[in-house]
């Protein structure tokens, strides 16, 4: 076996997850049942906030934290994931497909978010 690069890993996760525009993405936030998942580390998340309504699993937890998820008992729950850049989340929302859930999309980046003018809240 092979092993793969990070670069390889990313592409296969970016065939597989649709990676939605900032439009995009207010409209399934407006008119759907959302969640919202920010995979980032604790650190950032405490420093700069997170998207309105999000949960905080960083990356690294998501496989152990999502079954602890109440609001997410269908697998065709609407999941929308991002980080600070678009990577993790990219890599984040794969495993959540993996997991079974079928509408998951990428969201990219916190920064990305902010300057398309959406909505953030402190981290509590």
């Known amino acids: 076996m092979q092993i793969k690069s990070l670069e390889l890993i990313l592409e296969e996760a970016n065939k597989q997850i649709k990676?939605?525009?900032f439009d995009?993405?207010?409209?399934l936030i407006k008119n759907h049942s959302t969640l919202i998942i920010d995979v980032r580390e604790e650190s950032e998340v405490h420093s700069s906030g997170v998207i309105k309504n999000a949960i905080h699993i960083p990356r690294g937890l998501i496989e152990f934290k999502i079954s602890n998820i109440?609001?997410?008992?269908?697998?065709?729950?609407?999941i929308l994931v991002y980080?600070?850049?678009?990577?993790?989340?990219?890599?984040?929302?794969?495993?959540?497909?993996?997991?079974?859930?079928?509408?998951?999309?990428?969201?990219g980046g916190y920064e990305e978010w902010i300057l398309n003018g959406g909505e953030i809240q402190a981290f509590v």
């Open 19 to 21: 990676r939605l525009s």
């Open 24 to 27: 995009e993405s207010i409209d």
């Open 70 to 78: 109440s609001s997410i008992t269908d697998e065709n729950a609407n």
């Open 83 to 107: 980080c600070a850049g678009g990577y993790r989340s990219a890599l984040a929302a794969k495993t959540l497909k993996d997991f079974g859930f079928k509408n998951v999309f990428n969201i």
